[in-house]
């Protein structure tokens, strides 16, 4: 089972590719366009987080052995 911030990071991740993929399309609407940028921005920065987030538990829990 997985530990409650591998859970937090996930739904990071999922939430910054849900946004990602939803700026990515508004993108196609100029009238939507800054609101593209800002989910595009946001889950771009989202997935980021998760994955640094990943690393940093995984060297975490490999130098407390």
């Known amino acids: 089972m997985r530990r409650a911030p591998e859970r ?4 990071l991740g999922l939430a910054g590719g849900l946004a990602f993929v939803v700026g990515s399309v508004l993108f ?3 009238e939507r366009y800054a609101a593209g940028v800002y ?10 987080l998760e994955r ?4 940093w538990l ?3 829990r ?3 052995k």
């Open 8 to 11: 937090i990071l996930t739904a």
């Open 39 to 48: 989910l595009f921005i946001f889950g771009s920065t989202a997935m980021l």
């Open 62 to 64: 490999s130098s407390s």
């Open 28 to 30: 196609l609407n100029p």
């Open 58 to 60: 995984e060297r975490y």
């Open 52 to 55: 640094l987030g990943l690393i």
